[in-house]
């Protein structure tokens, strides 16, 4: 009986077409004033603020990639952790998908030091952690303030909380009776946790400086809804902020743009202000976080130089 062989899905190009589609909702439902609009009221102090609130998260990142890399047995100075960081956010920024920064400087570590798997576990885990404080806080600060979500937020912990128990119920179980790659897997994982998410030496730092990055997206976000115009409360925008961030974990996206400015429209059009303003505001975020890691454009140029002498 022939094989039959399943097509690979391009999840680059699905990712891509995502952020499209929310793109073009946006544009269809609301036009491209708001777009527009957003980037009119960028001004010099706007753009002063996110390169100097970008430096803060670029080294908090860099330092919580240094602590995971060297819990896996890595080194890496602070200095080119840095570097590689604004590297990786100026690909993020404008390369679809938004990870393939990260996916290059994972593999770039790895081969400096001989070995791709654990570089690439490094920035798996580092990018994971981040993600895991980022959603705790989300989630407790919705929890206390007032947001469209806020009667939802019970039982989306919940979920949250039941789907990384299954997750791990089956890699406990699977890394007992699985086959031997999937074992093999989940083996090296355990090792990997116990080493950099569980040691004392390591997590503490991890957390803060997780909590440190956020803080900086946050006062970017802020100081975006303040440039479109917005006069509210920070006590009313934050949790608005906080939703946006967390669609920015969609992997589906042009450069960081579109499902953070659907949710934005959504979250504002919920807490009483407009659609319009949370584009606008969204907007002006994308542009702030691509010129704060315009440096990496200094890196690259030095990297390409170095390799071509």
Do not use: K
Request: glycine share 12%.
């Amino acid at each position: 009986m022939p094989r039959i062989r399943i097509p690979a899905v391009p999840w680059g190009l699905v990712r891509t077409v995502g952020g499209a589609a929310v793109l073009l909702l946006l544009l269809w439902r609301l036009g491209s004033g708001p777009f527009l609009a957003g980037l009119r009221t960028i001004d010099a102090w706007a753009l002063a603020a996110a390169v100097g609130v970008g430096a803060a998260t670029i080294v908090a990142c860099a330092w919580r990639w240094r602590l995971v890399a060297r819990g896996l047995g890595l080194e890496l100075p602070l200095w080119a952790a840095v570097a590689d960081m604004y590297r990786s956010c100026l690909i993020n920024s404008t390369v679809p998908s938004g990870v393939l920064g990260d996916v290059e400087r994972a593999v770039g570590h790895g081969r400096e030091h001989g070995d791709v798997g654990r570089g690439v576990r490094a920035v798996v885990w580092e990018r994971g952690a981040g993600q895991v404080v980022q959603c705790v806080l989300a989630v407790g600060l919705l929890w206390v303030l007032p947001s469209p979500v806020r009667p939802f937020v019970p039982r989306i912990a919940l979920g949250v909380a039941a789907v990384a128990a299954a997750v791990a119920l089956l890699a406990l179980v699977a890394g007992r009776r699985g086959p031997g790659a999937w074992r093999r897997l989940v083996h090296t994982a355990r090792t990997d946790v116990r080493r950099v998410l569980l040691d004392r030496r390591v997590w503490p730092g991890v957390v803060f400086f997780s909590a440190v990055a956020v803080g900086g997206h946050l006062v970017t976000f802020l100081v975006a809804a303040r440039t479109a115009g917005l006069t509210a409360p920070a006590a009313q925008l934050l949790p608005l902020t906080l939703l946006a961030l967390l669609a920015m974990g969609v992997p589906a996206n042009i450069g960081g743009f579109g499902p953070r400015e659907g949710v934005a429209a959504w979250a504002f059009g919920a807490a009483g202000l407009s659609a319009a303003q949370g584009v606008a505001t969204a907007t002006v975020y994308g542009v702030l976080v691509l010129v704060s890691s315009l440096p990496g454009v200094a890196v690259l140029l030095l990297r390409r130089r170095a390799v071509a002498s």
